[in-house]
């Protein structure tokens, strides 16, 4: 059984093999990189057209009590809140940017979180089907629990004193498209 080389020289040698490599790999591929981005550029981004819905009022909200809503229509799990924080937040408006509004349904398996706000750190759950907790402060991101996506954060405009819901960041849970049937 020989004893493997733990001569400096070697190891470097075994680098720099890797090293070059590498690169060669990097320098091939590169030609079939940019003709993807050629094709991309070309591409339009196709955005899905919501309604534009009034859901409120600015002088209406108080922080700690959420308003209830649905929106794109009419449909058990497209009940949102609209939740002023008192904290700027990611996406929010009005003066203080600390309005916002989320879907009611853990995205991980649609479990409830409505009633489930804690006002001191603005986050939204836990879920009651396996703890996920959302900072709705930071676009409904994941801060614990099974859930991989944050919540669906509803885009709100202003106009004067009125709220509108004017479209969605992230799928709804049941539907494989926000503005389609929900998955059956």
């Given at each position: 059984m020989t004893k493997p080389s733990c001569d400096p020289k070697a190891a470097l040698a075994r680098r720099a093999l890797l090293f070059l490599s590498g690169g060669a790999v990097v320098t091939l591929a590169m030609p079939n990189c940019l003709r993807g981005v050629a094709e991309a550029r070309g591409l339009g981004l196709t955005m899905a057209s919501y309604p534009r819905r009034k859901i409120g009022q600015l002088s209406a909200l108080k922080v700690g009590q959420p308003v209830e809503f649905k929106y794109?229509?009419?449909?058990?799990?497209?009940?949102?809140?609209?939740?002023?924080?008192?904290?700027?937040?990611?996406?929010?408006?009005?003066?203080?940017?600390?309005?916002?509004?989320?879907?009611?349904?853990c995205p991980h398996q649609g479990g409830p979180l409505a009633g489930?706000?804690?006002?001191?750190?603005?986050?939204?759950?836990?879920?009651?089907?396996?703890?996920?907790t959302f900072d709705l402060?930071?676009?409904?991101?994941?801060?614990s629990g099974h859930a991989t996506e944050g919540l669906p954060q509803i885009v709100l405009a202003l106009a004067g004193d009125d709220i509108y819901a004017t479209?969605?960041?992230?799928?709804?849970?049941?539907?494989?498209?926000?503005?389609?049937?929900?998955?059956?």
């Open positions: 794109p229509f009419d449909h058990p799990n497209c009940t949102n809140f609209l939740y002023k924080l008192g904290v700027p937040a990611g996406g929010g408006i009005g003066p203080g940017q600390d309005v916002v509004a989320f879907n009611s349904l489930r706000l804690n006002t001191k750190y603005q986050v939204l759950g836990p879920c009651p089907l396996h703890l996920s402060s930071r676009h409904g991101m994941v801060i479209g969605a960041m992230g799928l709804v849970y049941g539907f494989h498209h926000n503005l389609a049937d929900p998955v059956t």
